[in-house]
């Protein structure tokens, strides 16, 4: 009897051991493999500190000073260049053509695009086709888009000779001559440019919405208006918030078209914040005013985009 009692307590005391090093095991394996997530984070958070936190920084800190580039000698001169901008007529009407251009595209853009992309919501070779003729502005660079634009809309382009020769002699005139058809070019392109990713966009969100529902719209009486209204409309809400935020952060960064279409100008008609600051920047060297003009477009674009994200989320949730 003793000797079974002692047998049975040391097999009890071994699987007690047993249990508590398979338990120390987990933990030990998890304090080694954290060390090793961690270290794939070390490359992506370097890059992202020395290419975005360390030059916000920086230019948070130029645009409380007189910095230029030529002289390394600064002062502090508080927020002197704030006060300057909003006293500058030409930079408020270059805020005001930036919120123009961003505001007209988000709106043109949502409407053509939610149309065109519920006409290309067809099965067959055509529609496969023309998705892939609507995709190819996304795959060009705003250089060449304004290249391509510069050669329709000059004084002897394309539109001009087309008018002309269909005796429209009236309606050919200078569209990136004049400061209102200037900005009217640039927002059409950009607009042409936004376009395409906006329709694919709308066409994955079409491609979510469930056929039941669709099945049961139409048992229930819906005709089209009344099935896009109550069925596809609501399921397209992650669509509009994801469309809409694109388009507000590439309006206000709007940067490549007005200078290789325009040149900013006539003037400075077509000017945007973003050409405005690479101006004042690096050809007037005034990198403190420079720097105040980069943090008021951050302000702005940060602030528009978190209200219309907060309003559309708000519509996702209560569809």
Not at 154 to 172: C, I, P, Q, V
Not at 208 to 218: I, M, R, S
Not at 261 to 278: D, F, K, M, Q, R
Not at 299 to 314: E, G, K, P, Y
């Given at each position: 009897?003793n000797?079974?009692?002692?047998?049975?307590?040391?097999?009890?005391?071994?699987?007690?051991?047993?249990?508590?090093r398979?338990?120390?095991q987990?933990?030990?394996r998890?304090?080694?493999v954290?060390?090793k997530?961690l270290?794939?984070?070390?490359?992506?958070?370097?890059?992202?500190?020395?290419?975005?936190?360390t030059p916000?920084?920086?230019?948070?800190?130029?645009?409380?000073?007189?910095?230029?580039?030529?002289?390394?000698?600064?002062?502090f001169v508080?927020i002197?260049?704030?006060?300057?901008?909003?006293?500058?007529?030409?930079?408020?009407?270059?805020?005001?053509?930036?919120?123009?251009?961003?505001?007209?595209?988000?709106?043109?853009?949502n409407?053509?695009?939610?149309?065109?992309?519920?006409?290309l919501?067809?099965v067959?070779?055509?529609?496969f086709?023309?998705?892939?003729?609507?995709?190819?502005?996304?795959?060009?660079?705003?250089?060449?888009?304004?290249?391509?634009?510069?050669?329709?809309?000059?004084?002897?382009?394309?539109?001009?000779?087309?008018l002309?020769?269909?005796?429209?002699?009236n309606?050919?005139i200078?569209?990136?001559?004049?400061?209102?058809?200037?900005?009217?070019?640039?927002?059409?392109?950009?607009?042409?440019?936004?376009l395409?990713l906006?329709?694919?966009?709308?066409?994955?969100?079409?491609?979510?919405?469930?056929?039941?529902?669709?099945?049961?719209?139409?048992?229930?009486?819906?005709?089209r208006?009344?099935?896009?209204?109550?069925?596809?409309?609501?399921?397209?809400?992650p669509?509009?918030?994801?469309?809409?935020t694109?388009l507000?952060?590439?309006?206000?960064?709007?940067?490549?078209?007005?200078?290789?279409?325009?040149?900013?100008?006539?003037?400075?008609?077509?000017?945007?914040?973003?050409?405005?600051?690479?101006r004042?920047?690096?050809?007037?060297?005034?990198?403190g005013?420079?720097?105040?003009?980069?943090?008021?477009?951050?302000?702005?674009?940060?602030?528009?985009?978190?209200?219309?994200v907060?309003?559309?989320?708000r519509?996702?949730?209560?569809?």
């Amino acid at each position: 009897m003793n000797n079974s009692s002692t047998f049975r307590k040391n097999q009890n005391a071994r699987s007690v051991v047993a249990a508590s090093r398979i338990g120390e095991q987990p933990r030990r394996r998890r304090r080694a493999v954290f060390p090793k997530r961690l270290g794939f984070a070390v490359p992506g958070s370097v890059l992202y500190a020395s290419l975005v936190l360390t030059p916000l920084v920086l230019s948070v800190y130029f645009s409380f000073t007189n910095r230029n580039l030529l002289y390394p000698d600064e002062k502090f001169v508080g927020i002197d260049n704030y006060t300057r901008l909003f006293g500058d007529s030409q930079f408020l009407e270059t805020f005001g053509f930036t919120l123009t251009l961003t505001f007209v595209t988000l709106v043109v853009v949502n409407v053509l695009g939610l149309a065109i992309a519920v006409l290309l919501d067809r099965v067959g070779r055509l529609f496969f086709a023309l998705r892939m003729v609507f995709f190819i502005p996304v795959a060009l660079s705003g250089v060449i888009i304004a290249f391509l634009w510069s050669t329709i809309l000059t004084d002897d382009g394309l539109l001009n000779s087309f008018l002309r020769a269909n005796g429209l002699e009236n309606f050919a005139i200078s569209w990136l001559g004049a400061p209102l058809s200037a900005q009217a070019s640039v927002i059409i392109v950009s607009a042409w440019q936004s376009l395409s990713l906006c329709i694919v966009v709308y066409l994955a969100g079409l491609q979510t919405v469930p056929a039941n529902l669709v099945d049961a719209a139409k048992i229930d009486g819906c005709g089209r208006v009344g099935l896009f209204r109550h069925v596809t409309w609501p399921m397209l809400a992650p669509s509009l918030t994801i469309n809409s935020t694109l388009l507000l952060i590439s309006g206000f960064k709007s940067y490549d078209i007005p200078v290789v279409l325009t040149g900013t100008g006539p003037g400075h008609a077509t000017s945007t914040i973003a050409t405005e600051v690479i101006r004042v920047g690096f050809s007037l060297t005034r990198a403190g005013l420079a720097s105040a003009m980069a943090i008021v477009m951050l302000v702005v674009v940060a602030t528009v985009t978190l209200l219309v994200v907060a309003l559309l989320q708000r519509r996702e949730v209560s569809s």
